[in-house]
């Protein structure tokens, strides 16, 4: 399962955003208009990992990523 987007830009299968072991990453498969990270169109089929402070475009769309940390996940967390 996953998000789809529904763009007049975007191609059916535009790109894949994938969370493994804590790391984001993002494949453009093979689209039309591509993916841009940073103002730098990326290449096809080569997985790239995401950072928080990175600006992803795809078509006419702009995807920022925004993180957050669970507090009960957090080493700091304790409870009383």
Known sequence: ???????????PEHCS???QSGVLSIIDLNS?????INGKKIPS???IIILPTD???IGD???KIHTF???????DHTTK
């Open 17 to 19: 955003i994938s969370l």
């Open 45 to 47: 089929n080569k997985m």
């Open 69 to 75: 940390e669970d507090p009960a996940l957090s080493e």
């Open 55 to 57: 600006e992803i475009k």
């Open 1 to 11: 399962s996953g998000l789809k987007l529904s763009h007049p830009h975007l191609s």
């Open 61 to 63: 769309l702009i995807l």
């Open 32 to 36: 039309d208009l591509g993916v841009v």
